[in-house]
Structures are given as C-alpha cells and as structure tokens.
C-alpha cells in the first residue's frame, strides 16, 4: 500500500510541476478517461462497480445522440427549410393577384393614429412596410 501512495504522490507533485495548463489537462483528461483494468479485491465494491457502469451508459448514450443530432435533426431542418421556402412562395404568389394598394379599401380599424409617430413621417408605424401596409390620408 505505502509504494502506491508514494507513487500517487510522486505522479501528483509530476502533474503540478508542468507548466503549461493544455497539457495538463491534456494529460488529465487521457489519464481519466482510461477504464482500467477490471475490479479486484478491495476495489471491486458496488460503487465502483455502479460507476463503472454508469460510465458505460454514458458513452452509449453520447454515441446515439450524436447519432440522432447527424441522422436526424439536419435532414429535418433541411426539410423544414424547404418548406418554409415554398410557403413563403406561394404566399407572394397570392399577393400578386391581389390589386393595387391604392385601390383598396380602408376600414376603420386600421391605421388608427390618436397622435403622430416621433420618427420619420408620423405617419408610419416602427415597422413599416411600403409593399405591404397603406394607409390613405385623404379619406
């Protein structure tokens, strides 16, 4: 027992004589993720064990959503996308065929201004779009 501790010691005082902190944690991170060889005599209890197997879950578990995020998520935002686009296509087609916006008509609900807007005209909301709002001043 007393060599492993000095060797866990020794190879502690190693780790925090190297200088630069990329490869500690490079050589933290290798020396981690090794799963060692299998459990025997004092160390083979139910929480190393539980551990053990909660480590190989874990990288199941990364490995199918990694798989799913590839294989799944990008070919549905791909299909999405798509769709969004005809959407908005056939939802400029429709406008196309509507008249002209001085020709139409303007009901009392819209366009209602109680004072002017502090920016541009005082006429146009923030978000003002020529091609798509009207409002008529003379009537």
Not at 17 to 36: E, F, H, K, Y
Not at 80 to 93: C, D, F
Not at 127 to 138: L, P, R
Request: with cysteine.
């Amino acid at each position: 027992m007393l060599p492993q501790r000095s060797l866990s010691y020794a190879a502690r005082r190693a780790g925090q004589q190297i200088c630069t902190p990329v490869i500690r944690s490079n050589l933290q991170r290798r020396l981690a993720s090794s799963d060692g060889p299998p459990l025997t005599g004092t160390a083979d209890n139910a929480f190393n064990r539980e551990r053990q197997a909660v480590k190989a879950h874990a990288a199941a578990t990364s490995d199918t959503w990694r798989k799913l995020s590839i294989y799944v998520t990008i070919p549905c935002l791909i299909i999405a996308s798509v769709n969004a686009h005809n959407l908005w296509s056939e939802h400029w087609e429709h406008w196309a065929h509507e008249p002209p916006l001085d020709e139409r008509p303007e009901y009392p609900y819209q366009n209602i201004r109680t004072k002017n807007y502090p920016w541009g005209n005082g006429d146009e909301t923030l978000f003002w779009n020529s091609e798509v709002n009207y409002h008529k001043k003379d009537e």
